[in-house]
């Protein structure tokens, strides 16, 4: 059950990400359409389709793949690729939410900026990127990261979780008119705090065998982490 679960998250994780990737090439298509023609609804259906459709692939997909890395031994910080794609993720949620939906609400009163379809193009030049990431999983390992801890797959209730937050999310979107991803970042900090928590207890413990018993044996191999 544990496993299906998680599956059915990786499978929601890259639909909205497919999804995401979509709707940015559409968005550019719009774009570049109204800044030729001058054709004000090409700007209006643009922000419909970012306020509307976009934004909650590109909520949902952020949260199932900040959720896949919580939830399972390869964390946040432990291997490049993630890392990369973390970093990435932040930088288009801030750029999206912040300065393109603000432009495009500005496009729509007939101030029309040529960073628009450049930043566009940008979202879906990284949303590409971080497929590849995924796929080729490069650099190995973080310096930092302790090799002996690993954390485990977290809990079937805990994936079940993750897919029914989206679901609540959309719903008060809808009634509120507004995308509302308050409850997938409350579970993502609270989650991500909690497993931290116990990343460096197991780390400890990790540290501390052969002290608190007595010394290890030399050459004796460490155990491994549950």
Do not use: E
């Amino acid at each position: 059950m544990q496993k299906r679960a998680r599956t059915l998250l990786v499978w929601l994780h890259v639909v909205t990400s497919v999804g995401w990737l979509s709707q940015a090439v559409a968005l550019l298509a719009l774009l570049l359409y109204g800044m030729r023609s001058g054709d004000v609804n090409a700007f209006k259906m643009a922000r419909y389709l970012d306020h509307n459709v976009l934004a909650i692939m590109a909520n949902v997909s952020a949260f199932s793949g900040f959720m896949l890395s919580a939830t399972t031994p390869w964390g946040y910080f432990r291997h490049w690729w993630v890392l990369a794609k973390f970093v990435i993720t932040i930088i288009q949620l801030h750029i999206g939410i912040f300065v393109l939906s603000g432009n495009l609400q500005d496009a729509m009163n007939g101030h029309i900026t040529m960073w628009m379809p450049v930043g566009t193009a940008l979202m879906i030049s990284a949303i590409a990127f971080q497929a590849w990431l995924s796929v080729a999983k490069p650099w190995g390992r973080a310096p930092w990261a302790d090799p002996k801890v690993k954390l485990p797959t977290a809990s079937t209730a805990t994936f079940v979780v993750a897919l029914v937050v989206p679901v609540i999310d959309f719903t008060i979107g809808l009634r509120m008119g507004n995308p509302m991803p308050m409850t997938m970042l409350i579970i993502v900090i609270a989650y991500s705090i909690r497993r931290a928590a116990r990343g460096r207890r197991r780390s400890s413990d990790a540290s501390g065998r052969g002290t608190s018993a007595g010394p290890a044996r030399r050459g004796a191999t460490a155990p491994s982490p549950r």
